[in-house]
């Protein structure tokens, strides 16, 4: 009879057992990631109810591989451009409430008598989330359509970043027992240059491959060149000092920007469903009924500080950032544990030898009881809001709702900042690529030449030929690049010294460059008297030509970053409106809905949910501000503005299971959710919304209205406008920036 590996018995057997323990928890309506850690503890080693696996290295491996797809799947649902956008709010959250979970921990630590190393780490165990539970969980919970949502995945992924960092950090630390400045802060410079050179080169290269390949593609090829390319940078991410979760991370996010990113999301979710349910199910098999026992005490204030302390510092520093009370609130209950990376942290102190080896089964205790709160957490935050906002002063949770509308205003007002930070980016994404240029030849392409047997002047002298002509559009666009807006910018603003510092500090950047490039294959003094010709060369010979060179290599990038052919499909679109609860969620209305034909006048939707239907997508047409004659029709994109409690209550009469959100609405090319500041030169003052005819100027809606502190979503149209009202529209972009 044939041998059955270990590893297809060990599967069996803990899927088998957790396909009957999720379906009892689905029967009790309870988050299936609970039953699979209740499935790894029964079919785990320290357990005797069921007979135990024979191995846990292929139980593992199954479980990196779930690690892989889940962070994976989770790119392909938040893009580069979705990150871009929450990104300062996200990283104020973020880096406070790290630096707040390390305190904390340390502290905790010393006062139950725990040694520095152990407190220390501790602190870092305590300080990463899980962004596994917390994606499941939100799976599981259906509140992907939640306003809060978008902060609190932008907190996880930084927070990820951050843990990349942290352990760099916390290895210095034990192996030379002493802060090592310079090498955090080279981690954090080789972080920031890799994110960026993957970023780029992916967006330049994918979108462009799976356009032309796009007739010769079936699913189970675009399958395969997906998770192919996600494997590909997992070991190239591994080979440059990251994890392999950040590697997968980075790929589905390149990939959600190319004309395949939905069907790939499609083919890619049984992978995902599958392998990270043996990930959570090998961390049930963790638990370690001894330790939970002579511990409990330590783990039950272990959980208590995790739940309370996150909870406390991801709110605290999400109001900081400008998000609302409600929204800081959930963010931070939805957040309170602890996860995958704790056990990577935990691992390096004991493989470092530096902690004592209690450690590892603290972290995973307090990671399960952590994870089976997360949950009841989320679930309950609602509830947490409305009976803070009854106990606490009236004029505590005004000042706090004020200052975010404070804090969103500040921020819609920043013209010139954007243009200068854009400009700033432009220049900074130029030397990366410089960069990693010069990287690639000569860490790839000499030491080819070299193995060839070429003499060694001459592979160098080939070297730098190569990489000079490879860089010298982008030491152009460095030096001397130009965007028209931010010139229009310096105009106004006059030639004032600190812009002659600003341009020739650029020219400093781009010869230091060359510099140092060119320093690496020959003497010193050959390599100022090259530097001296490629300075001549890039800014007075060539340029012209340089320059078309760099336009084609930017418009082609601009291009595959904003297309939006790949819209075709269902994408997912939420733009917040103002400081408040209500934002934008699309649904699919399915071919079976009883209302499918029913005038819009006749449903009154806006009485019964309080919503508005801001557009409707029927195929390659679009229905702007439909009107009440216009009715939904099977497969019908419907995007709707209202709050969470709203959009619930309309997700349940459309008997849609295919809600959908997360990503601005801005990503649909011509419609969006844009302000206009009424002034005293505006037509618009002392007239009605219909006076105004601001729905047929923008072929949209108003959906909200700011005056003096005060909110009105979903006006009426008689309503009278007066100078300064901030004017929320949901219409034609170009066609609303026209008002001003």
């Given at each position: 009879?044939?041998?059955?590996?270990?590893?297809?018995?060990?599967l069996?057997l803990?899927?088998?057992?957790?396909?009957?323990v999720?379906?009892?928890?689905?029967?009790l309506?309870?988050?299936?990631?609970l039953g699979y850690l209740?499935?790894g503890?029964i079919?785990?080693?320290?357990?005797t109810m069921?007979?135990?696996?024979?191995?846990?290295?292929?139980v593992q491996?199954?479980?990196?591989?779930?690690v892989?797809?889940?962070?994976f799947?989770?790119g392909?649902e938040f893009?580069?451009?979705?990150?871009l956008?929450?990104?300062?709010a996200?990283?104020?959250?973020?880096?406070f409430?790290?630096s707040?979970?390390i305190?904390?921990g340390?502290?905790?630590?010393?006062?139950?008598?725990?040694n520095?190393m152990?407190?220390?780490?501790?602190?870092?165990?305590?300080?990463?989330?899980?962004?596994?539970?917390?994606?499941?969980?939100?799976?599981?919970?259906g509140?992907?359509n939640r306003?809060f949502?978008?902060?609190?995945?932008?907190?996880?992924?930084?927070?990820?970043?951050?843990?990349?960092?942290?352990?760099?950090l916390?290895?210095?630390?034990?192996?030379?027992?002493?802060?090592?400045g310079?090498?955090?802060l080279f981690?954090s410079?080789?972080?920031?240059?890799?994110?960026?050179?993957w970023f780029?080169?992916?967006?330049?290269?994918?979108?462009?491959f799976?356009?032309?390949?796009?007739?010769i593609?079936?699913?189970?090829?675009?399958l395969?060149?997906?998770?192919?390319?996600?494997?590909?940078?997992?070991v190239?991410?591994n080979?440059?000092?990251f994890?392999?979760?950040?590697g997968?991370f980075?790929?589905g996010?390149v990939?959600?920007?190319?004309?395949?990113?939905?069907?790939?999301?499609?083919?890619?979710?049984p992978?995902?469903n599958?392998?990270?349910?043996?990930?959570?199910?090998?961390?049930?098999m963790?638990?370690d009924?001894?330790?939970l026992t002579?511990?409990?005490?330590?783990?039950l204030?272990?959980?208590?500080?995790?739940?309370f302390?996150?909870?406390i510092?991801?709110?605290?520093?999400?109001?900081?950032?400008?998000?609302?009370?409600?929204?800081?609130?959930?963010?931070g209950?939805?957040i309170?544990?602890i996860?995958e990376?704790?056990?990577i942290?935990?691992?390096?102190?004991?493989?470092?030898?530096?902690v004592s080896?209690?450690?590892?089964p603290?972290?995973?205790?307090?990671?399960?009881?952590t994870?089976?709160?997360?949950?009841y957490?989320m679930?309950?935050?609602?509830?947490?809001?409305r009976?803070?906002?009854?106990?606490?002063?009236?004029?505590?949770?005004?000042?706090?709702?004020?200052?975010?509308?404070i804090?969103f205003?500040?921020?819609?007002?920043?013209?010139w900042?954007?243009?200068?930070?854009?400009?700033?980016?432009?220049?900074?994404?130029?030397s990366v690529i410089?960069?990693g240029?010069?990287?690639?030849?000569?860490?790839?392409?000499?030491?080819?030449?070299?193995?060839?047997?070429?003499?060694?002047?001459?592979?160098?002298?080939?070297t730098l030929?190569?990489?000079?002509i490879?860089?010298?559009?982008?030491?152009?666009a460095?030096?001397?690049?130009?965007?028209?807006?931010?010139?229009?910018?310096?105009e106004?603003?006059?030639k004032?010294?600190?812009?002659?510092v600003?341009?020739?500090?650029?020219v400093?950047?781009?010869?230091?460059?060359?510099?140092?490039?060119?320093?690496?294959?020959?003497?010193?003094?050959?390599?100022?008297g090259?530097?001296?010709w490629?300075?001549?060369?890039?800014?007075y010979?060539?340029?012209?030509?340089?320059?078309?060179?760099?336009s084609?290599?930017?418009?082609?990038f601009?291009?595959?970053?904003?297309?939006?052919?790949?819209?075709?499909?269902a994408?997912?679109?939420?733009?917040?409106l103002?400081?408040?609860?209500?934002h934008l969620?699309e649904?699919?209305v399915?071919?079976?809905?009883p209302?499918?034909?029913?005038?819009?006048?006749?449903l009154k939707?806006?009485?019964?949910?309080?919503?508005?239907?801001?557009l409707?997508?029927r195929?390659?047409?679009?229905?702007?501000?439909p009107?009440?004659?216009?009715?939904f029709?099977?497969?019908?994109?419907?995007?709707?503005?209202g709050?969470?409690?709203?959009l619930?209550k309309?997700?349940?009469?459309?008997?849609?299971?295919?809600?959908?959100?997360?990503?601005?609405?801005?990503?649909?090319?011509?419609?969006?959710?844009?302000?206009?500041?009424?002034?005293?030169d505006?037509?618009?003052?002392?007239?009605?919304?219909?006076e105004?005819?601001?729905r047929?100027k923008?072929?949209?809606?108003?959906?909200?209205l700011?005056?003096?502190?005060?909110?009105?979503?979903?006006?009426?149209?008689?309503?009278?406008?007066?100078v300064?009202?901030?004017?929320?529209?949901?219409?034609?972009?170009?066609?609303i920036?026209?008002?001003?």
């Amino acid at each position: 009879m044939q041998h059955l590996p270990t590893a297809i018995t060990d599967l069996a057997l803990i899927l088998a057992t957790a396909g009957f323990v999720t379906l009892l928890f689905k029967k009790l309506n309870q988050p299936i990631v609970l039953g699979y850690l209740v499935a790894g503890f029964i079919v785990g080693p320290k357990t005797t109810m069921l007979p135990s696996i024979s191995g846990s290295e292929g139980v593992q491996l199954w479980a990196d591989i779930g690690v892989i797809f889940l962070l994976f799947a989770l790119g392909l649902e938040f893009s580069f451009k979705k990150l871009l956008r929450v990104g300062g709010a996200s990283s104020v959250a973020a880096l406070f409430e790290v630096s707040c979970m390390i305190l904390f921990g340390f502290t905790t630590g010393h006062l139950l008598g725990w040694n520095f190393m152990d407190s220390l780490f501790l602190g870092g165990i305590l300080s990463i989330s899980s962004t596994s539970i917390v994606v499941r969980t939100l799976d599981e919970l259906g509140f992907k359509n939640r306003r809060f949502v978008g902060v609190l995945l932008g907190i996880l992924v930084i927070e990820d970043l951050v843990a990349v960092l942290l352990l760099v950090l916390l290895t210095t630390v034990a192996v030379t027992r002493d802060f090592a400045g310079m090498e955090m802060l080279f981690s954090s410079l080789k972080l920031a240059f890799f994110l960026c050179l993957w970023f780029v080169t992916g967006i330049f290269l994918l979108p462009t491959f799976l356009k032309r390949s796009q007739k010769i593609l079936n699913e189970e090829t675009i399958l395969v060149v997906a998770v192919g390319l996600c494997l590909l940078m997992v070991v190239f991410a591994n080979k440059v000092g990251f994890s392999s979760a950040l590697g997968a991370f980075i790929t589905g996010s390149v990939l959600a920007e190319t004309i395949e990113g939905e069907r790939i999301h499609h083919l890619i979710t049984p992978l995902k469903n599958l392998f990270s349910a043996v990930f959570f199910i090998s961390v049930g098999m963790l638990i370690d009924p001894a330790v939970l026992t002579e511990h409990w005490r330590v783990v039950l204030i272990l959980s208590a500080v995790v739940i309370f302390g996150k909870t406390i510092a991801v709110t605290v520093g999400s109001i900081l950032s400008g998000q609302t009370f409600k929204s800081s609130l959930q963010t931070g209950m939805s957040i309170a544990q602890i996860g995958e990376f704790s056990f990577i942290i935990a691992t390096v102190g004991l493989s470092l030898k530096v902690v004592s080896a209690q450690l590892y089964p603290l972290a995973v205790a307090v990671c399960v009881v952590t994870a089976f709160t997360t949950p009841y957490m989320m679930k309950s935050s609602g509830a947490v809001y409305r009976f803070l906002e009854k106990i606490l002063p009236e004029r505590f949770v005004v000042a706090l709702d004020r200052y975010s509308m404070i804090s969103f205003s500040l921020a819609s007002n920043k013209e010139w900042r954007e243009q200068v930070r854009a400009y700033v980016l432009k220049i900074f994404l130029n030397s990366v690529i410089i960069i990693g240029v010069f990287l690639l030849m000569a860490r790839v392409f000499l030491p080819f030449l070299l193995e060839r047997q070429m003499d060694e002047r001459s592979a160098k002298f080939l070297t730098l030929s190569v990489t000079l002509i490879g860089t010298a559009p982008f030491l152009w666009a460095l030096a001397f690049g130009r965007t028209r807006h931010f010139d229009a910018m310096m105009e106004t603003d006059g030639k004032n010294t600190h812009n002659y510092v600003f341009m020739v500090s650029r020219v400093m950047v781009a010869v230091g460059l060359i510099g140092a490039m060119v320093a690496q294959f020959v003497p010193i003094w050959w390599a100022v008297g090259i530097t001296v010709w490629m300075v001549v060369v890039v800014g007075y010979v060539f340029a012209t030509k340089l320059r078309e060179i760099y336009s084609w290599f930017e418009s082609r990038f601009l291009s595959n970053l904003e297309d939006e052919s790949h819209k075709v499909h269902a994408k997912k679109h939420s733009h917040t409106l103002a400081p408040w609860d209500a934002h934008l969620t699309e649904f699919v209305v399915p071919a079976e809905a009883p209302y499918v034909g029913t005038e819009l006048q006749h449903l009154k939707i806006r009485e019964h949910f309080g919503i508005t239907v801001a557009l409707i997508e029927r195929g390659k047409r679009r229905i702007a501000a439909p009107r009440g004659d216009d009715s939904f029709m099977p497969a019908d994109k419907v995007f709707v503005i209202g709050t969470d409690e709203q959009l619930m209550k309309f997700k349940t009469f459309i008997e849609s299971e295919e809600v959908i959100s997360g990503l601005s609405l801005e990503e649909t090319p011509d419609y969006s959710l844009e302000q206009y500041l009424v002034t005293a030169d505006s037509d618009c003052v002392d007239k009605t919304i219909r006076e105004c005819g601001l729905r047929e100027k923008t072929h949209g809606l108003v959906v909200g209205l700011e005056r003096d502190g005060q909110r009105i979503l979903n006006p009426d149209s008689l309503e009278v406008l007066q100078v300064g009202d901030l004017l929320w529209i949901v219409g034609d972009r170009d066609s609303i920036l026209e008002l001003a």
